[in-house]
């Protein structure tokens, strides 16, 4: 077959993600960045919330590039492997400096297939995680309310 169908994330629920991601934020009395992506690795749909480290876009954005292209959260590349003199170390550097070490990217997993990823970035590793998983939550529940898993 010369071709295939990539289960993909939707703007719809892009949408869900972030909307519940930021609610979450304001419960935390905070302002994120928050990004998704789509399973090609593309930017989906970005929020800024008005006090958001403005450093922290591309982060936020990078987060979502890495959980979705390795299919891992970003917090899975902690860890003595990554310091200096570890079999990983250097990792960051590949796509282009793109690839993020620090917790807060979770991909969006569907029927076992990666069809995205959120990122958040602003706040502590340990605080961008609980709102990257408001999102992740979001659209689970999104999922299971829509008839089959198709996003």
């Known amino acids: 077959m010369a071709t295939r169908n990539v289960p993909m994330l939707s703007l719809e629920a892009a949408r869900v993600a ?14 994120f960045n928050i990004a998704l992506v789509d399973a090609t ?19 936020a954005i990078d987060k979502a590039f890495t ?3 390795h299919r891992a959260p970003t917090s ?8 200096p003199g570890g079999p990983a170390y250097g990792i960051h550097n590949s796509n282009g ?10 991909p969006i997993v569907v029927d076992g297939h990666t ?8 706040g502590t590793p340990a605080q961008d ?23």
Not at 97 to 106: A, E, T, V
Not at 129 to 138: D, F, N, R, S, V
């Open 18 to 31: 972030a909307d519940a991601a930021e609610q979450k934020a304001k419960q935390m009395g905070m302002d």
């Open 41 to 59: 690795l593309h930017l989906l749909h970005f929020v800024r919330m008005p006090n958001a480290k403005l450093t922290s876009v591309q982060i």
């Open 67 to 69: 959980a979705a292209g």
């Open 76 to 83: 899975t590349y902690q860890g003595k492997n990554f310091l």
């Open 97 to 106: 400096g793109r690839f993020m070490l620090i917790g807060g990217g979770i």
């Open 115 to 122: 069809v995205g990823a959120i990122g958040v970035s602003t």
């Open 129 to 151: 995680t609980e709102c990257a998983t408001a999102g992740i939550e979001a659209v689970e529940a999104f999922v299971k309310r829509k008839s089959g898993s198709k996003l």
